[in-house]
């Protein structure tokens, strides 16, 4: 199938590793020139289709040289809004600095980029903003009360860009990862298995027990939602939240 989006201009953020870097990967492979970026670009290989450039999401002077960049360059037509998970914790006791953290690294600093963004999409009446969520937007993880409740935030805040832009040729769409066999999900095992006591191995076991598909999934699988968000077949989708979890997610 041809997508149609081959000579297209991408930003994907968060793209040095897991996700973010399946996806970048995915877009280039199609022939969009992707703009890969990360707090630290060492780990992207750079190549005809992918560009590494620095951002950190933490930083609103980084934020603001990134769209100075990519503003010089007419901006982008596809965006990947992908910002790292913050430390694991539970809701009771965070104090208000870790939740503006959480929240200038994860949701504001996306919601600038994409808005910036957003002005050449609507000149060219076309674009794609994509935001890659967690599952714990549908179904709270435990521990995880940082990103349980910035991640909600992005996700009421996509849902009504989607409907406001959407005469513009631009659609706007979530992608919820379940158990992706990631650096970012490891290392979550790895606290879990520190906490109870069990080996890593365990709780692996006794994740993809809870996983219908019986295992973890894989970042090129979770990339080819994105890759196919991205594309002019999916001009109809938009305000909607795609979870891509090998079935974890048991409600409606």
Do not use: C
């Not at 929240?103 to 910036?116: D, K």
């Not at 158990?179 to 298995?193: N, W, Y």
């Amino acid at each position: 199938m041809d997508l149609q989006i081959s000579g297209k201009k991408a930003l994907v953020l968060g793209a040095s590793r897991g996700l973010g870097a399946a996806i970048a990967k995915g877009l280039a492979a199609e022939g969009v020139k992707v703009f890969a970026a990360a707090r630290n670009t060492d780990k992207i290989e750079p190549s005809d289709n992918i560009t590494p450039i620095a951002v950190d999401l933490a930083d609103p002077a980084s934020v603001t040289r990134l769209i100075a960049s990519l503003t010089e360059q007419e901006g982008v037509d596809i965006l990947v809004n992908n910002s790292g998970g913050p430390k694991a914790g539970p809701a009771l006791g965070q104090s208000r600095e870790s939740w503006l953290a959480a929240f200038e690294a994860m949701a504001t600093s996306i919601f600038t980029i994409s808005g910036a963004m957003l002005e050449g999409m609507i000149a060219r009446k076309w674009g794609r903003i994509i935001t890659i969520g967690s599952s714990g937007v549908e179904q709270p993880i435990p521990n995880l009360a940082l990103s349980n409740g910035v991640r909600a935030a992005v996700a009421g805040w996509s849902k009504t860009l989607a409907a406001e832009v959407a005469r513009h040729g631009i659609t706007v769409n979530m992608i919820l990862p379940g158990r992706i066999d990631t650096d970012r999900v490891r290392e979550l095992d790895g606290i879990k298995a520190e906490k109870t006591g069990a080996s890593i191995e365990d709780v692996q076991s006794a994740s993809r027990n809870d996983i219908p598909a019986g295992r973890y999934g894989r970042p090129e699988e979770f990339a080819a939602a994105a890759v196919f968000l991205a594309s002019a077949q999916a001009s109809y989708v938009t305000g909607s939240s795609i979870r891509v979890d090998g079935g974890m997610i048991r409600g409606l």
